[in-house]
């Protein structure tokens, strides 16, 4: 399975990126299809969650302001940021979790390789 995420870039602080990222390959079931960013000299964190049954969560920091959604049938995960802000600045990383073979016994983690988002004040 491979993630392939784009739409980062420059935004100025109010305005709005929209992440995509696409899963290719073969998989049986994808649980968890996350966006986390990872800010210069900071942990990378959990920005916005979604499982396959609907759930979705944010951090606190980015309710109201940025929304995920997903396609399951095209197994896609888009992460749309409004209200930008320069403190939202970091690399973008989608995350999937899943079952890759009706025979696995267990699920596997999967990331993208990042894309930049940088917010300009």
């Known amino acids: 399975v491979q993630l392939q995420a784009s739409g980062g870039g420059l935004a100025q602080a109010g305005g709005s990126l929209r992440l995509s990222c696409a899963a290719s390959g073969t998989m049986y079931s994808i649980n968890h299809m996350d966006w986390y960013r990872q800010a210069p000299g900071k942990q990378r964190e959990l920005v916005a969650s979604t499982t396959r049954d609907g759930n979705v969560n944010y951090v606190d920091d980015v309710k109201g302001r940025f929304t995920i959604s997903r396609d399951n049938a095209k197994n896609t995960v888009d992460l749309q940021m409004n209200s930008l802000k320069p403190e939202d600045t970091a690399v973008y990383y989608c995350?999937?979790?899943?079952?890759?073979?009706?025979?696995?016994?267990?699920?596997?983690?999967?990331w993208g390789q990042g894309t930049q988002v940088t917010v300009s004040s």
């Open positions: 995350f999937v979790r899943g079952v890759p073979q009706i025979t696995s016994v267990r699920e596997y983690d999967y």
